[in-house]
């Protein structure tokens, strides 16, 4: 009983268990079913969305999807949502698209978005807005919505990649050939330049755009030239990086949007490929010409060329529909649910019309001369020098041709004959640059060799009181005065160095660093421009050497801080100075040659020899051919070209309140002895000024005369105009540093000739008491001052006497033994009692024979020598006799108390020269 009643139990239990786990498993099998229905209507909804559901909706192996009843909801969802989104593309209303299409019209002016009548040459300037899209086809993003214009970026913005099947590459290419056809005829002829290389063919590709090559718009390249195209990109976004984004601009597009002049074209290079992979170097080259591209106007269009781009790319993807023989594509621009349809060709023969047309406006647009007022901007005075200089300075096909001067280029080297036109050229940089750069941007020194006037108008004159805010300097007619460049480079390099030690206390090294560091400092980059600066090194002497060295110096050091040197030469002599000389001849990176130029480019390049006139070779690679560009320079030296621009800028930059006006030296005319006195500073030792020195700062060339020995002027020379002038520049001088009455003058001409001087003299020195002595009577005077000068010796008071002496020695027919020995008491004894003479000698034997004996060479401690060869100066010179050769209003003059070897002054102008001009 008990054992059925356990089995019993036991029965019962396993039935329940039985049960549980029947309910167990049916319950895990529903929720299994549910779960993949669950999978299966996620994915499909999933799918739908990333497909489309249009798209599904016209696919026939789509159809079990949409049609099956468990994934109705799923349908539903993705349809409704797709509504929602969508709502006004397919209502009937076409608002969406409507708007699309404004926005794509607005963003693509004129031909470069209308769907059909572009077909044009183009008339927008490189001041014109730029297209930011370019149409291709029409879009829609379903059966019965709407359409609308498809457009991508290109143009300064982004490359452009297609790609499809083999079947699909007759329509990649119409699509490239109309693309192009679209940017080429909306700028004016030759702002775009086209370049195609095809893998697979020489000619062939893009049959209808190849009239263009006729005029160079278009460059077919070889098939297995694909390095040498890259290599040609490469260079061009150097030389825009290098030479026209100077001023810490990141490209083109950006000079432009602020406000700077476009000076470069767009280059469109387009690849077609055959689905397979470049050469690996190719490759990296591209890579390379992509990512720097669209900053210095490049974009490449790439058709089934594989490749990963880590630059901005728009992709086209094409495909065969449904229908025969027609392709539809997707973009990145509108995603993956747009259907684009390509717009349709032009007919081959309309197109090829149309080339034809833009060749022949082309042509004439070459042959249109460009003026000088095109290479101006349409504001003076706002862009800055940062990073560099750079300014168009003539027309290549009538797009402006620049040169820049900055790190990578910092020098220049302008070679050219008599009447090639280099005159022509420094005034159109000058010009140009000036109009670009304020004056607290750019400074210029201005230096010219040769006889002319051409820098002369840069400062004010008689006709044209303005004068150029930038120059700092002007030179003029200096041939015969070297030292005057010498002068230059010594203040270049002065500068130079001055720059670099605050620079160094900015703990920077350039002149940009050093703008940031000291922005309340005064650090405009300074351009220095010597025309015929082959004088300059004419002799072999001191002068050559030491101006030899400095050049060196400016030229490897001024680049970091801001100097520039342009030289121009019609001599090649020039240009042998530097020979055997890399550390100059190197840094002249820019090179322009003129017609007829000889061995100013590299020693290959012999491109000036067929230049006709007015053009030029610009040359930023060191004068190696593949650096050339052959530019029309316009006409800078009619009347309203310069001038025109000089006088706008002093209207904006100068304050006529103030004296801004540059120093002008010019070697043909004598400074004023008024002027020179006016120049010369304070100082408690009476200075007298016997000429003008030949420097930067025009100073009086002054010798001070202290109670100490030997503080006496000799002027050694026949000139009598150049020595009565000498003479009467320092006594004069002389006496406006004396009051009335704290000084005597006695004056002593001793020949005929010299009267007239020396009553202008006296004249001159009125209000002072002033003897004049002649010579019957100087024997008598001189032993009477011999007399005074040693009671004073014994202590008697002092007053400062000046004994100026005309024609001395002619004196050694009267004077005998007494008179030839009071003379020598006076040299030798009477500067350090205030007695100090000022005395000409015609001769240097009868002045050496004075000097022996009771004087002796230094009493005179002051020698100017004028019409005297330095041989014979040496006499009185200590040391080597100096390299001297006369010159015409000019002496040389050695000061024991100063100098360590003569120096070269220019001769005041005497009373009688009315108009300043040098005898």
Same mark, same amino acid.
């Given at each position: 009983m008990a054992r059925r009643a356990r089995r019993e139990r036991m029965t019962e239990a396993f039935d329940a268990f039985h049960a549980a786990m029947g309910a167990v498993l049916g319950a895990a099998e529903n929720l299994g079913g549910a779960a993949a229905r669950a999978h299966a209507e996620t994915m499909a909804e999933m799918w739908l969305r990333d497909v489309g559901i249009d798209a599904a909706r016209v696919d026939p192996g789509l159809a079990d999807v949409l049609t099956n009843?468990?994934? /109705?909801?799923?349908?539903?969802?993705v349809a409704r949502d797709r509504d929602t989104a969508f709502a006004g593309w397919c209502d009937g209303n076409d608002s969406g698209p409507r708007r699309l299409g404004g926005l794509v019209a607005e963003t693509a002016p004129r031909s470069a978005g209308q769907a059909?009548?572009?077909?044009?040459?183009?008339? /927008?300037e490189l001041h014109d807005p730029v297209p930011q899209l370019w149409r291709i086809g029409t879009g829609t993003v379903g059966v019965g919505c709407g359409e609308f214009p498809v457009a991508l970026p290109l143009l300064d913005a982004a490359h452009l990649e297609i790609s499809g099947p083999a079947e699909t590459r007759a329509a990649a290419e119409a699509m490239v050939e109309s693309l192009l056809m679209r940017v080429v005829g909306y700028f004016r002829p030759g702002l775009v330049q086209l370049h195609v290389w095809d893998v697979g063919q020489f000619t062939g590709s893009l049959p209808g755009l190849y009239p263009l090559t006729s005029s160079g718009l278009l460059t077919v390249h070889d098939p297995g030239s694909l390095g040498g195209l890259l290599d040609e990109l490469s260079d061009r976004i150097r030389r825009v990086h290098t030479r026209v984004l100077v001023g810490g601009l990141p490209s083109l597009a950006e000079q432009a949007r602020q406000g700077g002049t476009r000076t470069e074209p767009w280059v469109v290079a387009v690849l077609l490929g055959n689905r397979r992979a470049l050469a690996e170097e190719d490759q990296r080259q591209l890579q390379r010409v992509l990512r720097g591209g669209p900053a210095c106007g490049i974009s490449a269009v790439l058709v089934d060329v594989p490749l990963t781009i880590a630059a901005a790319v728009e992709t086209v993807r094409l495909r065969e529909a449904a229908e025969p023989g027609r392709v539809v594509a997707t973009t990145s621009m509108t995603g993956p649910h747009v259907s684009v349809v390509l717009d349709a060709s032009p007919p081959r023969a309309e197109v090829t019309a149309v080339c034809h047309d833009i060749v022949v406006e082309h042509e004439r647009l070459r042959t249109r001369v460009g003026t000088f007022d095109d290479l101006l901007p349409e504001k003076f005075g706002t862009e800055s020098s940062l990073s560099g200089l750079c300014a168009p300075v003539g027309f290549a096909e009538g797009i402006p041709v620049s040169l820049t001067l900055a790190d990578a280029s910092p020098h220049a080297l302008i070679g050219g004959p008599s009447g090639s036109g280099k005159t022509?050229?420094?005034?159109?940089?000058?010009?140009?640059?000036?109009?670009?750069?304020?004056?607290?941007?750019?400074?210029?020194?201005l230096l010219d060799f040769k006889e002319g006037v051409s820098f002369a108008q840069f400062a004010p004159g008689r006709r044209d009181p303005t004068w150029l805010p930038h120059a700092r300097l002007i030179g003029v007619n200096v041939n015969t005065d070297r030292e005057f460049g010498l002068a230059l480079l010594q203040h270049l390099s002065d500068e130079m160095r001055r720059r670099a030690e605050v620079a160094k206390e900015h703990e920077v090294t350039k002149l940009e660093e050093l703008r940031g560091a000291d922005p309340e400092g005064h650090w405009p980059r300074i351009v220095a421009v010597i025309d015929e600066f082959q004088f300059l090194f004419a002799e072999r002497d001191a002068v050559t050497r030491e101006a030899i060295r400095l050049l060196e110096d400016v030229a490897r050091r001024g680049r970091s801080q801001g100097i520039h040197l342009v030289l121009a030469s019609q001599d090649v002599s020039g240009i042998e100075a530097f020979w055997g000389r890399p550390a100059i001849f190197e840094q002249f990176v820019l090179r322009i040659g003129l017609p007829r130029a000889r061995r100013i480019l590299a020693e290959a390049n012999d491109a000036t020899l067929g230049l006709p006139r007015w053009h030029a070779v610009i040359n930023h690679e060191s004068g190696m051919r593949h650096g050339n560009e052959i530019a029309r320079i316009p006409d800078a030296t009619a009347r309203g070209a310069v001038d025109n621009v000089q006088q706008r800028l002093y209207a904006h930059f100068v304050d006529e309140s103030a004296d801004q006006s540059p120093p002008l030296f010019d070697g043909s005319k004598a400074p004023q002895i008024g002027q020179l006195i006016a120049g010369l500073r304070s100082s408690a030792v009476p200075r007298a000024i016997i000429g003008q020195r030949i420097d930067v700062d025009a100073s009086p060339a002054a010798v001070p005369l202290p109670t100490s020995p030997g503080r006496n002027i000799g002027v050694v020379g026949t000139a009598l105009k150049d020595a009565v002038a000498v003479l009467g520049a320092a006594a004069a001088s002389l006496g406006a540093q004396h009051k009335q009455g704290d000084v005597?003058?006695?004056?002593?001409?001793?020949?005929?000739?010299?009267?007239?001087?020396?009553?202008?003299l006296e004249q001159k020195l009125e209000g002072h008491k002033v003897d004049t002595v002649r010579l019957l009577d100087f024997r008598e005077r001189i032993e009477g001052l011999a007399q005074e000068i040693r009671d004073r010796l014994a202590g008697e008071a002092r007053v400062p006497v000046y004994l100026v002496l005309y024609a001395a020695d002619a004196a050694d027919s009267v004077l005998e033994r007494s008179g030839t020995d009071a003379l020598r008491t006076v040299l030798h004894s009477g500067p350090e009692t205030g007695v100090h003479t000022i005395g000409w000698w015609r001769s240097p034997q009868r002045l050496k024979t004075l000097l022996t004996l009771g004087a002796a060479p230094d009493d005179l401690g002051c020698v100017v020598g004028l019409d005297v060869q330095g041989a014979e100066l040496g006499t009185l010179i200590p040391g080597l006799p100096p390299a001297w050769a006369p010159r015409p209003a000019r002496a040389l003059v050695f000061d024991r108390a100063r100098h360590s070897r003569p120096e070269v002054v220019i001769v005041a102008a005497t009373d009688d020269t009315t108009n300043g001009d040098a005898p």
């Amino acid at each position: 009983m008990a054992r059925r009643a356990r089995r019993e139990r036991m029965t019962e239990a396993f039935d329940a268990f039985h049960a549980a786990m029947g309910a167990v498993l049916g319950a895990a099998e529903n929720l299994g079913g549910a779960a993949a229905r669950a999978h299966a209507e996620t994915m499909a909804e999933m799918w739908l969305r990333d497909v489309g559901i249009d798209a599904a909706r016209v696919d026939p192996g789509l159809a079990d999807v949409l049609t099956n009843p468990a994934l /109705a909801d799923a349908v539903e969802r993705v349809a409704r949502d797709r509504d929602t989104a969508f709502a006004g593309w397919c209502d009937g209303n076409d608002s969406g698209p409507r708007r699309l299409g404004g926005l794509v019209a607005e963003t693509a002016p004129r031909s470069a978005g209308q769907a059909d009548g572009w077909l044009t040459v183009g008339t /927008a300037e490189l001041h014109d807005p730029v297209p930011q899209l370019w149409r291709i086809g029409t879009g829609t993003v379903g059966v019965g919505c709407g359409e609308f214009p498809v457009a991508l970026p290109l143009l300064d913005a982004a490359h452009l990649e297609i790609s499809g099947p083999a079947e699909t590459r007759a329509a990649a290419e119409a699509m490239v050939e109309s693309l192009l056809m679209r940017v080429v005829g909306y700028f004016r002829p030759g702002l775009v330049q086209l370049h195609v290389w095809d893998v697979g063919q020489f000619t062939g590709s893009l049959p209808g755009l190849y009239p263009l090559t006729s005029s160079g718009l278009l460059t077919v390249h070889d098939p297995g030239s694909l390095g040498g195209l890259l290599d040609e990109l490469s260079d061009r976004i150097r030389r825009v990086h290098t030479r026209v984004l100077v001023g810490g601009l990141p490209s083109l597009a950006e000079q432009a949007r602020q406000g700077g002049t476009r000076t470069e074209p767009w280059v469109v290079a387009v690849l077609l490929g055959n689905r397979r992979a470049l050469a690996e170097e190719d490759q990296r080259q591209l890579q390379r010409v992509l990512r720097g591209g669209p900053a210095c106007g490049i974009s490449a269009v790439l058709v089934d060329v594989p490749l990963t781009i880590a630059a901005a790319v728009e992709t086209v993807r094409l495909r065969e529909a449904a229908e025969p023989g027609r392709v539809v594509a997707t973009t990145s621009m509108t995603g993956p649910h747009v259907s684009v349809v390509l717009d349709a060709s032009p007919p081959r023969a309309e197109v090829t019309a149309v080339c034809h047309d833009i060749v022949v406006e082309h042509e004439r647009l070459r042959t249109r001369v460009g003026t000088f007022d095109d290479l101006l901007p349409e504001k003076f005075g706002t862009e800055s020098s940062l990073s560099g200089l750079c300014a168009p300075v003539g027309f290549a096909e009538g797009i402006p041709v620049s040169l820049t001067l900055a790190d990578a280029s910092p020098h220049a080297l302008i070679g050219g004959p008599s009447g090639s036109g280099k005159t022509n050229l420094l005034l159109t940089l000058i010009a140009s640059m000036a109009a670009r750069y304020s004056p607290d941007e750019l400074e210029f020194y201005l230096l010219d060799f040769k006889e002319g006037v051409s820098f002369a108008q840069f400062a004010p004159g008689r006709r044209d009181p303005t004068w150029l805010p930038h120059a700092r300097l002007i030179g003029v007619n200096v041939n015969t005065d070297r030292e005057f460049g010498l002068a230059l480079l010594q203040h270049l390099s002065d500068e130079m160095r001055r720059r670099a030690e605050v620079a160094k206390e900015h703990e920077v090294t350039k002149l940009e660093e050093l703008r940031g560091a000291d922005p309340e400092g005064h650090w405009p980059r300074i351009v220095a421009v010597i025309d015929e600066f082959q004088f300059l090194f004419a002799e072999r002497d001191a002068v050559t050497r030491e101006a030899i060295r400095l050049l060196e110096d400016v030229a490897r050091r001024g680049r970091s801080q801001g100097i520039h040197l342009v030289l121009a030469s019609q001599d090649v002599s020039g240009i042998e100075a530097f020979w055997g000389r890399p550390a100059i001849f190197e840094q002249f990176v820019l090179r322009i040659g003129l017609p007829r130029a000889r061995r100013i480019l590299a020693e290959a390049n012999d491109a000036t020899l067929g230049l006709p006139r007015w053009h030029a070779v610009i040359n930023h690679e060191s004068g190696m051919r593949h650096g050339n560009e052959i530019a029309r320079i316009p006409d800078a030296t009619a009347r309203g070209a310069v001038d025109n621009v000089q006088q706008r800028l002093y209207a904006h930059f100068v304050d006529e309140s103030a004296d801004q006006s540059p120093p002008l030296f010019d070697g043909s005319k004598a400074p004023q002895i008024g002027q020179l006195i006016a120049g010369l500073r304070s100082s408690a030792v009476p200075r007298a000024i016997i000429g003008q020195r030949i420097d930067v700062d025009a100073s009086p060339a002054a010798v001070p005369l202290p109670t100490s020995p030997g503080r006496n002027i000799g002027v050694v020379g026949t000139a009598l105009k150049d020595a009565v002038a000498v003479l009467g520049a320092a006594a004069a001088s002389l006496g406006a540093q004396h009051k009335q009455g704290d000084v005597r003058f006695v004056l002593a001409p001793l020949v005929i000739d010299a009267d007239t001087a020396a009553a202008a003299l006296e004249q001159k020195l009125e209000g002072h008491k002033v003897d004049t002595v002649r010579l019957l009577d100087f024997r008598e005077r001189i032993e009477g001052l011999a007399q005074e000068i040693r009671d004073r010796l014994a202590g008697e008071a002092r007053v400062p006497v000046y004994l100026v002496l005309y024609a001395a020695d002619a004196a050694d027919s009267v004077l005998e033994r007494s008179g030839t020995d009071a003379l020598r008491t006076v040299l030798h004894s009477g500067p350090e009692t205030g007695v100090h003479t000022i005395g000409w000698w015609r001769s240097p034997q009868r002045l050496k024979t004075l000097l022996t004996l009771g004087a002796a060479p230094d009493d005179l401690g002051c020698v100017v020598g004028l019409d005297v060869q330095g041989a014979e100066l040496g006499t009185l010179i200590p040391g080597l006799p100096p390299a001297w050769a006369p010159r015409p209003a000019r002496a040389l003059v050695f000061d024991r108390a100063r100098h360590s070897r003569p120096e070269v002054v220019i001769v005041a102008a005497t009373d009688d020269t009315t108009n300043g001009d040098a005898p």
